[in-house]
């Protein structure tokens, strides 16, 4: 889950997980596989930020890149 800002500065935490794509019109608009969507004050940029960082947190980073020597032993 991310902490954004609505337009209004209303807190609004979203699951991330539910984001199908964000739109970067003059407003940032987050639209959820649920058919919702949110204008919120934070960039695209910020959002994917909070996402990397929340996937972090769990654990759920991204891939996992061996050493070169250990690909190389293959």
């Known amino acids: 889950m991310i902490q954004l800002t609505r337009l209004n500065r209303a807190p609004l935490v979203v699951n991330s997980d539910l984001i199908e794509h964000v739109e970067n019109t003059p407003d940032t608009v987050i639209c959820m596989t649920t058919g919702q969507k949110f204008v919120v004050l934070?960039?695209?940029?910020?959002?994917?930020?909070?996402?990397r960082e929340f996937r972090r947190s769990i654990g759920c980073g991204g891939p996992q890149v061996r050493p070169a020597r250990l690909q190389e032993s293959k």
């Open 42 to 51: 934070e960039t695209p940029d910020t959002v994917m930020e909070k996402i």
